[in-house]
């Protein structure tokens, strides 16, 4: 089946520093990813959607200057957290659509990002 | 309004008991239904698919009620390793899925 591998699975940064995230598809061309985030005891809210070559797509209230995406492979797509502040600390999750499916349905391991 | 509305619970239930989750949903143009599981701290994981005929899957059965907008799961003889948090979720169509907030389900000896 479909595998996506998101890294890191966990880190701790410093407030004001920047984290990526690495989400990759293995063994299908993922021409769409999906970023979403997760905070405590709430659902899972989708951050953006990231098209293979093109520029994301974010969701109302998600910074685009803030969180970077890049999507510059049909298996790679990065999440960038920039000047991280403790109210980022959440569980950031990528999940990826194959090429001829029409929605996100593989999901990465998630990490935990920690800013103290 | 919540686009997909769940009751968080928990659902604290013993071994081998039958328990429902149930699930709304506000967008009538939703194409697609799934319910997911989710353990702590770790990636949602497809638990099965909701078609409009109801579907079963070994002690699961799933509901989908299109009229209402409604979905539920079933989980019949529940095992300890049931325990965790039950993700209704849904496609409207705009490439990405909509999940509710979860339900937790502890099922106790």
């Known amino acids: 089946g479909a595998v996506v591998s998101q890294h890191p699975s966990r880190v701790i940064c410093k407030s004001g520093t920047s984290v990526k995230i690495e989400c990759r598809s293995l063994d299908f061309q993922a021409t769409t990813m999906f970023w979403y985030r997760q905070f405590p005891k709430q659902s899972l809210m989708l951050m953006a959607t990231s098209n293979e070559g093109s520029k994301a797509t974010y969701e109302q209230g998600v910074e685009k200057d803030k969180f970077l995406i890049n999507h510059a492979s049909l298996t790679l797509s990065t999440l960038t957290v920039t000047s991280a502040h403790p109210e980022d600390s959440s569980f950031y999750i990528c999940?990826?659509?194959?090429?001829?499916?029409?929605?996100?349905?593989?999901f990465g391991s998630g990490t935990r990002l920690t800013v103290v | 309004r919540k686009e997909v509305e769940q009751d968080p619970g928990p659902f604290n239930v013993p071994e081998g008991a039958t328990v429902a989750f149930n699930c709304t949903y506000s967008?009538?143009?939703?194409?697609?239904f799934f319910w997911y599981r989710q353990d702590c701290r770790k990636e949602p994981k497809l638990l099965m698919s909701?078609?409009?005929s109801g579907n079963e899957d070994g002690r699961f059965t799933a509901q989908l009620n299109r009229a209402s907008q409604y979905i539920s799961l079933l989980i019949r003889d529940s095992k300890l390793s049931d325990s965790a948090t039950y993700l209704c979720v849904v496609h409207t169509g705009r490439r990405a899925l909509t999940f509710g907030s979860g339900t937790r389900l502890q099922v106790q000896p």
């Open positions: 909701v078609y409009s």
């Open positions: 999940s990826a659509a194959a090429r001829d499916t029409g929605l996100g349905y593989t």
């Open positions: 967008n009538s143009a939703s194409q697609s």
